[in-house]
């Protein structure tokens, strides 16, 4: 287990070094100048050239790239704003809990539908329970989550005023008499957002339970199980759902990480503030290092959970261990 622990830590260093570097050298082909666009329209190629200085944008690409690493692993910067000159980290501290809060509180609600509909589904294949679920899958595939988000916000919060339409509060500051923020706020804000999060999400995984259960089903130890006389309940608990929903893990990791990157249509919608809307105002101003900030923060989230996934694999089934 130590030597499969080690070698899943030591790809995902490589893997990080080698994201970085590329996301750093995409960036600097760019074909544009950040230090015009840091000292204005009006500058003069004098003043261009002494901002280009300041910002160290004069250094070949290597040495940029290595003062950036050293940078990030030392101190744990990922440098300034290009435009305000404030820390990315401050950006990325600001903005990760917002799209945290919709990712995680959205995922949840995830499971929480998708697998009693999936395993439903599969139990009882062409009844009506399980063509409505697969109506349901087509749609939740086929809509755009910005759609999906948009048309819940004009009924449910704008036509029947049961949520806020848009906004955020911060789940652990205490309000003022003109300000929003507690658990309680923080969750009425959130609702329409992980429900739109779960439509979209859930029909993927309404549709991955429903196939993983109909083949465990016609394992040779589940009917092994049965002719032993074993209740179906315990057939479907230790044998059915332990090793049909095992690849789930998977893919709630992986999808876990790639949303972390920034849910920007969904974010958007609902006039959150997160990454992905952190991400859209660095692109419109050029600001290289923000934007920087939050691929890296994608990227190493996507590291840190595909590595999660693969330790919590490991643990559940001892036969991975030995790839």
């Given at each position: 287990?130590?030597?499969?622990?080690?070698?899943r830590?030591?790809w995902?260093?490589?893997?990080?070094v080698?994201v970085?570097?590329?996301?750093?050298?995409i960036?600097f082909?760019?074909?544009?100048n950040?230090?015009?666009?840091?000292?204005?329209?009006?500058?003069?190629?004098e003043?261009?050239?002494?901002?280009?200085?300041?910002?160290g944008?004069?250094?070949?690409?290597h040495?940029?790239y290595a003062?950036?690493?050293k940078r990030l692993?030392?101190e744990?910067?990922?440098?300034?704003?290009f435009?305000?000159?404030?820390?990315?980290n401050a950006?990325i501290?600001r903005a990760?809990?917002?799209?945290?809060?919709?990712v995680?509180?959205?995922?949840i609600l995830v499971l929480?539908m998708?697998i009693p509909?999936?395993?439903l589904?599969?139990?009882?294949?062409?009844?009506l329970?399980d063509?409505?679920?697969?109506v349901?899958?087509?749609?939740g595939?086929?809509l755009?989550?910005?759609?999906?988000?948009?048309?819940?916000?004009?009924?449910?919060?704008?036509?029947?005023?049961?949520?806020?339409?848009?906004?955020?509060?911060?789940?652990f500051?205490?309000?003022?008499a003109?300000?929003c923020g507690?658990?309680?706020?923080?969750?009425?804000?959130?609702?329409?957002p992980w429900?739109?999060?779960?439509l979209?999400?859930?029909?993927?995984?309404?549709r991955f339970?429903?196939?993983?259960?109909?083949?465990t089903l016609?394992?040779?130890?589940?009917r092994?199980?049965?002719?032993k006389?074993?209740p179906?309940?315990?057939?479907?608990?230790?044998?059915?759902?332990?090793?049909?929903l095992?690849p789930l893990v998977?893919?709630v990791?992986?999808?876990?990480?790639?949303?972390?990157?920034?849910?920007?249509?969904?974010?958007a919608?609902f006039?959150l503030?997160?990454?992905?809307?952190?991400?859209?105002?660095?692109i419109?101003?050029?600001?290289?290092?923000?934007?920087?900030?939050v691929?890296?923060f994608?990227?190493?989230?996507?590291?840190v959970?595909?590595?999660?996934?693969d330790?919590l694999?490991?643990?559940?089934?001892?036969?991975?261990?030995?790839?």
């Amino acid at each position: 287990m130590l030597r499969y622990v080690i070698r899943r830590l030591l790809w995902a260093i490589v893997l990080f070094v080698a994201v970085s570097f590329v996301t750093y050298v995409i960036f600097f082909l760019v074909p544009a100048n950040p230090a015009r666009l840091a000292a204005g329209q009006s500058a003069t190629p004098e003043k261009i050239a002494e901002v280009e200085h300041f910002l160290g944008l004069d250094d070949p690409v290597h040495v940029q790239y290595a003062r950036f690493l050293k940078r990030l692993v030392l101190e744990g910067s990922l440098g300034q704003s290009f435009l305000t000159r404030r820390s990315v980290n401050a950006e990325i501290e600001r903005a990760a809990p917002i799209t945290a809060s919709l990712v995680f509180g959205g995922m949840i609600l995830v499971l929480v539908m998708a697998i009693p509909i999936g395993i439903l589904s599969a139990l009882r294949p062409r009844s009506l329970a399980d063509r409505a679920a697969m109506v349901y899958v087509l749609i939740g595939i086929s809509l755009p989550s910005f759609w999906i988000g948009l048309m819940l916000s004009y009924l449910v919060g704008y036509r029947l005023g049961l949520t806020p339409i848009a906004g955020y509060c911060e789940v652990f500051s205490v309000p003022e008499a003109s300000q929003c923020g507690g658990v309680l706020d923080w969750a009425y804000h959130m609702i329409l957002p992980w429900t739109t999060l779960a439509l979209v999400v859930a029909a993927t995984y309404v549709r991955f339970t429903r196939a993983e259960v109909m083949e465990t089903l016609t394992q040779d130890y589940v009917r092994t199980a049965r002719a032993k006389g074993a209740p179906e309940s315990v057939v479907m608990r230790r044998h059915v759902l332990r090793n049909a929903l095992l690849p789930l893990v998977t893919l709630v990791g992986l999808d876990i990480g790639l949303l972390l990157g920034g849910a920007i249509f969904i974010e958007a919608v609902f006039g959150l503030n997160g990454l992905g809307g952190t991400a859209i105002q660095s692109i419109s101003q050029f600001d290289l290092p923000v934007l920087q900030g939050v691929v890296l923060f994608g990227a190493i989230a996507i590291i840190v959970f595909t590595l999660l996934v693969d330790l919590l694999y490991a643990w559940i089934d001892p036969r991975i261990r030995l790839t």
